[in-house]
């Protein structure tokens, strides 16, 4: 008796298959083989760039970058004004 279900259910699932597969060379038998598929990157890039022209960016006045050496002795600075006050409250 299961080897009649097992034989049963394996029939209904090869009769499905098939099924699907010919649906599905149907359905790319009956698309119009002139048009180009779309490429999802560039669709999702459209839309990206459209976000970005909606998007006002509010005008904001930033001052001039300051050169990797000017910026890495205003850091080390720091560094050292910090260590400066660490040593002097742990002297107290």
Known sequence: MRKLIKLALVALGIRAFLHWRKGRKEAHASAPAAEPTADPADELRRKLAESRDDVVPEEVDEP?????????????EQGRAALDEMKSTDES
């Open 64 to 76: 001039p970058a300051a050169s990797v050496t000017d910026r890495r002795a205003e850091v080390h």
